[in-house]
C-alpha cells in the first residue's frame, strides 16, 4: 500500500457498540464486510485505554467534563499518532473496499475528504494516515496544546480550526496537505440534509448502492426510531449491511485462525543495566505497531517500561512455546555477548524474528545469526531501515522553533570494541566533537548539552531524553542513533564514524542521503565548525525535513514487511522440543 498505511481501522461509540443505534452498528458491518483482512477495532469508553494511555486523553480539563465530540477529536488523532490507519466516524457507511481506492490517494501519507463547508478545509470523519506522518503529528501537538490552554472549546469546529492554523503557519504541514489528492466531501454527504434518510427507497438510491459514485456516505444516529421504517432508505441501508456480513463471514471464520498471534518482544533492555533510547523507541515502535494490529504482545523489559495495550514480562521465567513468535528489535547482534546468547538460545525452538539488528559479516569475530527471518539494517542483502523514528512521540515543542543564541547537543558512543580495539577511534572522535562545539559557541554564544543515549547512565527517564534532543539547535554526535534522534525531532546534525573505515554511522546514516557524515580519521574540527554555521543559519532546512519523510517512509516499510511475517507465521510448535531450524544457535556458537 501506498505510503505502508497499517491496515488498521479504528471506529469509535463511547456508550459501547451493543447498545449502540442500528444504523450505527450497520455501520461497523460495513467496513467488516467491505475489508476481511483488516484490522479494526470498534472501541468504546469501557476498551479506549487499551490502545491510548489515560494520561494522553484527559476526558475533563479544568474540572470540566469535555463534550463527547471534542473528546472523539483528540482520541482519533491520539490514536493515528500512535498507530496509524484509518478512523472513521462511527456513521461512517462503507461503500467500497478500503484497498480499491485508498492507496492511489496517499502519496503524501495523509487523507481526508476536503472542504465539507466553507469554513473547513477537511473533514474529520475519515481520516488516514501513515505512521510519524509530520501533518498528523503537528495536528495532534496543536491538539494537545490546545487543551492545556483551554477549558472548553471555543467552537463546535475547534479541531479543523486548528488544521486550518497549522496549514498557514507551517510550510511542510502546507505542502502535505496540498499533495494529498482533493476529493470532495460533497458525494459522501449525499443524504444531507439527513431528513432523505426518512424517505421511501428510491430507485436512484439502489442506483447510488449498487454503482456507488463514492467510496463512504457520512450519515447520523440521530434520527428517532420511527423513521427506521421499512420502507426507508435508513432501513434498507440497515438491511443491506446485515446482508453484507452475512456473507463476508466464512472469510472472517477463515481468516481467525492466524489471528491475533501470541508474540514476546525482547530488546537490549531486557537486560538489566542494559539498552539505549534508541533500542527503546525502536522497542516501543515494534510493540505499538502488533498491537495495533490486533495482536497480544509481550515485552520483555527489565525496568518501569510501560506500552499501553502490551504486558511486561521477565523472559528468564516465560514459557518458549507459549508464543507464536520470538522478536529482538535493536542493537549489534554479537557473537561475544553473554546475555544475548542465553536469551537466543532459550527461544531457539520458535520463530524467530530480528528487526533493525546489525550482523557481521559471517567471517567477522562477532558473527552470529540467530534469526529464521532478520529485517536488519546491516548485515543482509536486502536493507530494512531502523524503526526508532517512528516510535510514539511525546515531546510538544514546535519543530519550526529555532533559538539564538543556539543551543548544541553532544551525543558521544564512548569506546566501541564490538568492532577490534584496534578499530575504535572514540578518543579522536570526541576531542574532534568537543572541539567544535566550543568553537561555534565562542563565535555564536548559546551553550552545550552533553546528552547520554544510554538509560541507565544518563539517570533520566525517557521524555527527557527526548527533550534533550528536542530542545537543541544543532547536534553533534558519534551515535547512529544519536543522528536517529536528531532525525525524528528535525534537529539539524553533524555525524562522525570513529570506527577506522567506517562503520554503522557512515553506512547507516550515509545511506539516508544526509550529506553532513564523516569518518573520525579523515575529517576535523574546522569542517564540523564550517558546517555548523549553514546548518544553524536553516541553509538545509528543507533538505532534513525530506531526508527525515523517506526515512520515515521506509521504517514504515519495514513495520509493514513485520506485519507479513507476522501474518504468515506457521501453527505454534509443538512442545517437544524440537527447534524449526537446522542450524541452531548452539551449533553457530560451537564453530570456530
Sequence with gaps: MSAHLPKIIW????QGWN??????????????AHNPDWTIHPLSAATLHDYVEAARLPSSIGGKELPAEAFSDLIRISLLER?????????????KPLDGWLPEKLDSGFFA?????????????FLAASRGNYLIQEWHRLAVMYWTHHTERHHYFWFHYLF?????????????????PEVSANEPHYYAPYEKLSAPLSSSDLLLMQFPPTPVLKLTHKLPKARYASDTVLNHLCTRADEAWGRARAVYREKTPSSPRELLVAWYGSFDGHGTIGDLLAMQSVVTHLVGLGHNVSHASTGDVRIVGSRRVDWTAVFPRAYDAFIFVCGPILRHHPETQSLFIKFDGIRRIGVSVS???????????????????????????????????????????????????ISLRGHQGEYGEELCLWERAMQIANEAANTVIEQQGGRIVMIENHLRRSGLPQDAIEAQYANCDLIITTRFHGAMMALRHLVPFVAIDQIHGGAKVLRLVGATLWPFVYEARTTGAARLVADASGLLAGDFDQLLFDVRTRTIRNANETLGRLSELVGALPPRQSTDGSSPRGDTIENQLDRV
Design 83 to 95: 498507530y496509524g490507519g484509518v478512523w472513521v466516524d462511527s456513521t461512517v457507511y462503507c461503500l
Design 359 to 409: 550482523l557481521f559479516p559471517a567471517d567477522h569475530f562477532n558473527y552470529l545469526d540467530p534469526f529464521d527471518e532478520a529485517l536488519a539494517r546491516e548485515g543482509k542483502p536486502e536493507r530494512f531501515e531502523d524503526v526508532a523514528i517512528v516510535a510514539p512521540s511525546s515531546i510538544y515543542r514546535s519543530p519550526l522553533a529555532r533559538k539564538k543564541p543556539p543551543t548544541i547537543g
Design 113 to 125: 475528504f476536503a472542504r465539507p463547508g466553507p469554513d473547513r478545509m477537511l473533514s474529520s470523519w
Design 19 to 32: 447498545d449502540a443505534p442500528d444504523i450505527v452498528k450497520a455501520c461497523l458491518k460495513t467496513w467488516q
Design 164 to 180: 486550518e492554523d497549522g496549514y498557514r503557519s507551517d510550510p511542510r504541514f502546507r505542502v502535505i496537505w496540498d499533495s494529498t
Design 11 to 14: 471506529m469509535l461509540w463511547l
